[in-house]
């Protein structure tokens, strides 16, 4: 692991949700299919829009940006979201899920997530599925976090690469 990504990791990990604020979350099972949504738009190519503000290597990208009129625009072709809510890095937030989510397009939540309660808590904030990296995580870890949005129906989107 490259030590960017270990500065952004420990930066997730004191971003983590407290125990209290776990156990005051609403978690209802997600009526909207990430996958499915990938899927049922038969042979035509599944798209994944991105909201991205801003990138380490870019700097900002769309820091003003009008989020709802982006997702309007991504619902028109695309079959999901996918909101980074890393803040530090990429300008992105919980809050611009909940909005993404409050739309109807399955979202997922883009993120260096490494414990079960950001998952959890993409759930509360209405996320389809949440991206797991593997390069951030030990064995064990991913299988927890895989293992904790089966519950809800929300499944992990894990990425890859060496």
Same mark, same amino acid.
């Given at each position: 692991?490259?030590?960017?990504? *270990? *500065? #952004?990791?420990?930066?997730?990990? !004191?971003?983590?949700?407290?125990v ?10 997600? $009526?909207?299919? %990430? %996958?499915?949504?990938?899927?049922? &738009? /038969?042979?035509? =190519?599944a798209? #994944?829009? $991105?909201? &991205? *503000?801003?990138s380490?290597?870019? /700097? =900002?990208?769309?820091?003003?940006a009008?989020?709802?009129? @982006? #997702?309007? +625009? @991504? ?14 890095? %990429? +300008? ?5 899920l ?9 979202c997922?939540? *883009?993120? %260096?997530?490494? !414990? ?8 509360h904030? /209405?996320?389809?599925? @949440? ?12 299988? $927890?976090?895989?293992?904790?949005? &089966?519950? @809800? ?8 690469? !060496?």
């Amino acid at each position: 692991m490259n030590s960017f990504l *270990k *500065k #952004i990791i420990t930066e997730s990990k !004191d971003r983590c949700p407290s125990v209290k604020e776990v156990s005051s979350f609403s978690l209802t099972r997600c $009526e909207l299919s %990430f %996958f499915d949504a990938l899927t049922r &738009k /038969g042979s035509s =190519p599944a798209l #994944i829009g $991105e909201i &991205k *503000k801003a990138s380490p290597s870019e /700097g =900002p990208i769309l820091p003003n940006a009008n989020l709802l009129e @982006y #997702i309007r +625009m @991504y619902q028109r072709k695309a079959s999901a979201i996918s909101i980074l809510t890393e803040p530090n890095y %990429f +300008m992105g937030s919980l809050i611009d899920l909940n909005t993404a989510t409050q739309e109807d397009i399955p979202c997922l939540r *883009k993120d %260096f997530l490494v !414990d079960p309660s950001q998952v959890l808590e993409a759930r509360h904030h /209405g996320a389809s599925a @949440y991206l797991l990296i593997v390069a951030a995580l030990s064995d064990q870890q991913l299988v $927890e976090m895989i293992d904790a949005g &089966k519950e @809800y129906n929300m499944p992990a989107l894990v990425e890859v690469h !060496d």
